[in-house]
């Protein structure tokens, strides 16, 4: 059982470039979450989705877009790559409002 | 807006002995979650709190939920270096939500 799958696991981009985080879940979901993880921050909620074609801004929404085309997948976009977004980025899914259920994460540095 | 706030944010404690995490969130919250995450991984969930007085126990964590006084804890008894790790709490953000705010987490060191 897979769970949450993430990739890329890492990666480093150039300032202005664009580059999609892909999330996948394979436990029929229908909530879907990207966090972003600053060192002694916790996780801040970038976007999140209730079903499929349904997203919404979380927090820290800036810089980013999503899509949610089917259950399983909720691609995170990046475009026009800043600094201020090297971190780490989680994805997670959870049946309506139960635990939360975390992919590995991918570590994104902009340089 | 919700805001949740744990304290301490750095606990180093001696292995046998017995601490208290706090977690203390701004306004109404439905549910109260716990998380684990280990240095380098992923979070993993310990405890879905979903009501008042609501306790749960795994092992040597205990978390408890008061709503009147928007405080959940996190027990560790008769503490374990397996223990060490960072722990989260996170507040659903009112009725109707379906986003979780999370507090800054608290890095938990068990020595010998």
């Known amino acids: 059982n897979a769970g949450v799958t993430q990739t890329p696991k890492f990666r480093i981009l150039k300032i202005g470039q664009s580059m999609t985080l892909q999330c996948a879940q394979d436990?029929?979901?229908?909530?879907m979450y990207w966090y972003r993880q600053d060192p002694g921050m916790g996780l801040k909620l970038i976007y999140y989705?209730?079903?499929?074609?349904?997203?919404d801004k979380g927090e820290v929404p800036n810089g980013y877009n999503v899509s949610r085309s089917t259950t399983e997948d909720f691609p995170l976009r990046l475009e026009l790559a800043a600094p201020s977004q090297t971190s780490v980025y989680f994805c997670?899914?959870?049946?309506?409002?139960?635990?939360?259920?975390f992919g590995e994460g991918s570590r994104l540095t902009v340089l | 807006e919700l805001k949740v706030e744990q304290n301490p944010l750095f606990l180093s404690m001696q292995e046998g002995k017995n601490y208290t995490i706090y977690c203390n969130y701004s306004t109404t919250s439905d549910r109260l979650y716990w998380y684990r995450q280990d240095p380098g991984k992923s979070l993993e969930s310990l405890f879905v709190?979903?009501?008042?007085?609501a306790v749960k126990q795994e092992g040597r964590l205990m978390a408890s939920l008061d709503t009147k006084a928007r405080l959940s804890t996190l027990h560790i008894t008769a503490a374990v270096h397996d223990l060490s790790a960072t722990y989260f709490c996170?507040?659903?953000?009112?009725?109707?939500?379906?986003?979780?705010?999370f507090g800054k987490g608290t890095k938990l060191s068990v020595i010998p």
């Open positions: 436990m029929n979901h229908n909530y």
């Open positions: 989705s209730v079903g499929a074609g349904i997203t």
């Open positions: 709190l979903l009501s008042n007085g």
């Open positions: 997670a899914s959870s049946y309506s409002l139960g635990e939360l259920f």
């Open positions: 996170a507040a659903l953000s009112g009725a109707g939500s379906y986003q979780l705010t």
